[in-house]
């Protein structure tokens, strides 16, 4: 089992960046891939990034790709979110989650949670 804490978000202009970070309690996080979502007020939960294991694969949502950096420091127990050139559309909660592989991006496949990070991208 393991739980995660998410920190990081706040305001930020249009083009601005943020890193959120999630941060793992527990010794098996490197047993998990790692993964972002998030929700907009109004909408389902989505996919943003996943990161394998190891660290060594990545994926991420079309809408991000280009802007955003998933990393993981399993020494930390940790996993970031870099956010990069941040559009008012990316204003959503961000959630990190534990699961069994980077290759699955949805909502269900993923076991942990953490308590979400507000994300505000003003224009």
């Known amino acids: 089992q393991v739980q995660l804490v998410e920190s990081g978000g706040g305001l930020v202009q249009a083009g601005g960046s943020l890193r959120l970070s999630c941060a793992a309690s527990?010794?098996?996080?490197?047993?998990?891939?790692m993964g972002w979502f998030r929700q907009a007020p109004g909408k389902e939960r989505e996919f943003v990034a996943t990161?394998?294991?190891?660290?060594?694969?990545?994926y991420y949502a079309d809408s991000v790709k280009g802007r955003f950096t998933i990393s993981r420091d399993n020494a930390k127990n940790s996993a970031y979110l870099q956010m990069n050139s941040l559009k008012p559309e990316d204003t959503a909660v961000y959630f990190c989650?534990?699961?069994?592989?980077?290759?699955?991006?949805?909502?269900?496949?993923?076991?942990?949670w953490g308590q979400g990070t507000q994300v505000t991208v003003s224009s």
């Open positions: 990161i394998s294991r190891s660290g060594i694969t990545t």
């Open positions: 527990g010794r098996t996080f490197s047993t998990y891939a």
């Open positions: 989650a534990a699961g069994a592989r980077a290759s699955y991006v949805r909502v269900p496949d993923y076991s942990y």
